[in-house]
C-alpha cells in the first residue's frame, strides 16, 4: 500500500500550461499532488481538448481566485471549414459536408463581421449548467434544451494562417465566448459550415502563457525548484492600483488598525470606497478599502504565505 500524500501549506500561483486531454479540474489535481498543496483552486475553466494557460492558485490565493473570471481572454484556434459536427469540436459526429469555395478575402470580411459585440448560444456540449446539471449530460442522452443568448465582446480578431479549409486565427475576447460557437457561425456566414480543430489559451487577463510550464516540467523538479515557480497573489490583482506601507504601517494593518491615507504611497489618488493593493516593499500584504482618511483591512494574506523566490518589487 502506497503512504498517503503529505499536504502541507503552500501558498501562490502556479501558471499551468494544461496538456490536450485532460479536463481542468484534472490538470488542478495532477498539480497539486506535485506540490502537495493543502487547498488548490483554479480561475476559469478549459475544455479537455484546449490546451494552454491555466492559472492555478494555491492557499491563500484561492481567495482572490474569482476575481480573474470576469477578465478577458486570448486564444489561438484552429477551424477546419466545410464540416460541420455534432459538438462543434474534432470529437463530434460529421452532420453535414459542403464544399468550400470561399476566398481568403471572403473569409476576412467574415472575421470581421464577427468583432465587438455579438450574441452567442451557448453548445449543447458544454459544462453551463441547467437546472443544476451540465449541458453535456442532456447532449449525451440526445437532449437539447434551450439555452439563454449570451452577449459576449470580441474585441479582436486576427487571421494568422490560411491553407483553405483550414484557417487559425487569434481571439481576444470576453469572459463567457464560446470559441467552438464563433467558429461554426463564422462558417455558416460563409455557407460551408465549420468545427473547430484545435484550441490554445495564450492569455487570461494580464497573464499570459510564455510564463507557464506544463506538468512534466514541474515534475522534473525538486521541491525548491517547484515553489520558486510559485507567484504572489497579487499577479491576479493588476487591473487594480497599489499602495506601499512603511513596516509600521503595515504591522498596524496586521493588528487590526488603520493606516493614514496621506501616509501610503499610492498609485493613483484614492477615492472613497475604492480597493487597492498593498505592499510593504515587496511583499503583497493584501486588499485594503479607502474609508475616509484611513485605509482598513479588505482582505489581508498571512504572513507567512509569500512565495519568497517570486516577490516582485515592481508589482504596486
Not at 486531454?21 to 506540490?35: I, V
Not at 463581421?113 to 459544462?127: E, K, L, N, R
Not at 443544476?132 to 487571421?159: C, D, F, M, N, Q
Not at 460551408?192 to 494580464?206: K, V
Request: hydrophobic share 40%; net charge neutral.
Amino acid at each position: 500500500m502506497q503512504p498517503r500524500s503529505r499536504w502541507k501549506a503552500v501558498h501562490g500561483v502556479l501558471l499551468l500550461d494544461k496538456p490536450l486531454g485532460l479536463s481542468s479540474n484534472d490538470a488542478l489535481q495532477k498539480a497539486r499532488r506535485l506540490f502537495q498543496a493543502a487547498k488548490a483552486g483554479h480561475t476559469g475553466t478549459l475544455d479537455p481538448l484546449a490546451t494552454g494557460l491555466l492559472p492555478v492558485c494555491f492557499g491563500e490565493a484561492t481567495r482572490f481566485a474569482g476575481l480573474m473570471l470576469d477578465a478577458d481572454k486570448e486564444y489561438i484556434a484552429e477551424v477546419r471549414l466545410g464540416i460541420r459536427t455534432a459538438t462543434g469540436d474534432a470529437e463530434g459526429e460529421v452532420l453535414q459536408t459542403r464544399e468550400v469555395t470561399i476566398s481568403e478575402a471572403a473569409l476576412r470580411q467574415a472575421l470581421v463581421a464577427h468583432t465587438g459585440d455579438i450574441d452567442q448560444v451557448p453548445p449543447m456540449h458544454s459544462a453551463l449548467k441547467k437546472d443544476g446539471k451540465p449541458l453535456y449530460e442532456y447532449a449525451r442522452a440526445g437532449e437539447t434544451v434551450e439555452r439563454a443568448v449570451r452577449h459576449v465582446r470580441i474585441h479582436e480578431i486576427e487571421l494568422q494562417q490560411v491553407a483553405l479549409p483550414v484557417f487559425t486565427m487569434r481571439v481576444l475576447c470576453s469572459k463567457g465566448t464560446y470559441i467552438r460557437t464563433l467558429a461554426e457561425d463564422i462558417g455558416e456566414m460563409l455557407g460551408c459550415g465549420a468545427h473547430l480543430t484545435g484550441l490554445r489559451r495564450t492569455r487570461t487577463g494580464p497573464l499570459d502563457l510564455g510564463r507557464a510550464f506544463t506538468l512534466e516540467q514541474i515534475a522534473a523538479l525538486d521541491e525548491a525548484a517547484r515553489e520558486a515557480l510559485l507567484l504572489q497573489a497579487d499577479v491576479l490583482l493588476q487591473q487594480m492600483p497599489g499602495c506601499r506601507l512603511s513596516d509600521a504601517e503595515a504591522q498596524r494593518l496586521i493588528n487590526g488598525q488603520p493606516v493614514s491615507v496621506r501616509d501610503a504611497d499610492t498609485d493613483l489618488p484614492p477615492l472613497g470606497g475604492q480597493i487597492l493593493r498593498a505592499y510593504a516593499g515587496p511583499v503583497f500584504l493584501g486588499l485594503v478599502e479607502v474609508q475616509g482618511s484611513r485605509l482598513r483591512v479588505k482582505r489581508l494574506m498571512p504572513q507567512d504565505s509569500t512565495p519568497k523566490a517570486q516577490k516582485n518589487p515592481e508589482s504596486a
